[in-house]
């Protein structure tokens, strides 16, 4: 497992590198999504132990989920951002709870759903092993961007320096 696990995190750490270049094109783009999300099937996969066969039932099912809950999402900010001004407030919060009702029954009805192909404490650890792989990824972004800063610091000051012995 140790092994696998390295895998993963030196997949991860490429991701980010590539991730962090401003220059990349949209094609590009579209590449390191696809990267990231097969780190995240791996990690997801070694975290809840999943056998091959529980994982070629899970992900399908967790894709559909995936991305019905990313449109509510979307509809929750959308709601959030587009308030109408003649909207009261009351209107708006009744809004926002009707959309996360909608986030609600979405999880009862893929819970269900999942629990036909993963145990109930495997489907238990799910949200933890989502949030500890998002959290990986953001601490390698940072990690990365305050290594780009430290760089473009130390070209700054050697531009200065070589600007104050030409002067």
């Known amino acids: 497992m140790k092994p696998f696990a390295t895998i993963v995190f030196l997949?991860?750490?490429?991701?980010?590198a590539i991730a962090q270049d401003d220059d990349l094109?949209?094609?590009?783009?579209?590449?390191?999504?696809?990267?990231i999300e097969a780190a995240r099937i791996a990690y997801i996969t070694d975290q809840l132990q999943l056998t091959?066969?529980?994982a070629e039932k899970f992900w399908p099912i967790y894709r559909e989920f995936a991305e019905r809950r990313r449109e509510i999402r979307q509809q929750l900010r959308e709601t959030t951002k587009n308030t109408d001004p003649d909207q009261t407030d009351?209107?708006?919060v009744d809004q926002h709870f009707k959309v996360k009702q909608q986030e609600l029954d979405l999880e009862k009805d893929y819970s269900g759903r999942l629990l036909k192909v993963i145990s109930a404490q495997k489907l238990r650890s799910l949200p933890q092993a989502e949030r500890r792989f998002r959290q990986?990824?953001?601490?390698q972004i940072q990690r990365r961007q305050m290594q780009q800063e430290r760089q473009q610091n130390l070209r700054d000051r050697s531009q200065q320096q070589l600007q104050k012995r030409n002067n």
């Open 11 to 16: 997949c991860l750490l490429a991701i980010a």
């Open 25 to 35: 094109p949209q094609t590009q783009d579209t590449k390191v999504r696809e990267k």
């Open 52 to 54: 091959p066969d529980e």
């Open 90 to 92: 009351q209107e708006a």
């Open 136 to 139: 990986m990824i953001l601490d």
